[in-house]
T-cell receptor, first 115, second 111 residues
């Protein structure tokens, strides 16, 4: 399978715990995006990378959220001291952009439930 | 600024046509259209670029009015497989590849 893979697919945690999600993009895709989606809503931008550089982080995110993409390959999204409001589907997408934008390939998502 | 999609929901019978609209209050470089089925990841349909270039499926058409900052997705002769939620994502004139997504349009195609 050469698509975008995310792990874990489901995570149930207690409030206050830390969680980490991993995303493996399609090989050679230079752009990687993290989105959060709740029921009935569109994907909400969290952050994105071009290779290993984090270009922007949403102002909506508190300092509890951090993302990395070491060596420009896989990426991790960590949420510290989780709150019930963090419950959502976390989507990762990658694209191969050059001069013009390319299509995004989404992973299946990591569903977080905070109890 | 989040783009506004209309209508919020559409119910069709197989074979009917539908138009989904997406409008932004800001100048746009590109508009992207994706379809998401329940419990699945969004799937690419179309990219429309400022200047008229398009990239997407042959069976799906769309338009992009740069002056009005609007895009429309045309679904003709709908099939049952067209059911799902359609999202437009807009990229601002800064060409920074950051997409802001609308709330989606739910489409149900019935036999």
């Amino acid at each position: 399978d050469t698509g975008v893979s995310q792990d874990p697919r489901h995570k149930i945690t207690k409030r206050g715990q830390n969680v980490t999600f991993r995303c493996d993009p399609i090989s050679e895709h230079n752009r990687l995006y993290w989105y959060r989606q709740t029921l009935g809503q569109g994907p909400e931008f969290l952050t994105y990378f071009q290779n290993e550089a984090q270009l922007e982080k949403s102002r909506l995110l508190s300092d509890r959220f951090s993302a990395e993409r070491p060596k420009g390959s896989f990426s991790t999204l960590e949420i510290q001291r989780t709150e019930q409001g963090d419950s959502a589907m976390y989507l990762c997408a990658s694209s191969r952009d050059r001069v013009k934008p390319g299509e995004l390939f989404f992973g299946e998502g990591s569903r977080l439930t905070v109890l | 600024q989040q783009p506004v999609q209309s209508p919020q929901a559409v119910i069709l019978r197989e074979g009917e046509d539908a138009v989904i609209n997406c409008s932004s209050s800001k100048a746009l470089y590109s508009v992207h259209w994706y379809r998401q089925k329940h419990g699945e990841a969004p799937v690419f349909l179309m990219i429309l670029l400022k200047g008229g270039e398009q990239k997407g499926h042959e069976k799906i058409s769309a338009s992009f009015n740069e002056k009005k900052q609007q895009s429309s997705l045309y679904l003709t002769a709908s099939q049952l497989s067209y059911s799902g939620t359609y999202f437009c994502g807009t990229e601002g004139a800064g060409n920074n590849r950051k997409l802001i997504w609308g709330l989606g349009t739910s489409l149900a195609v019935n036999p």
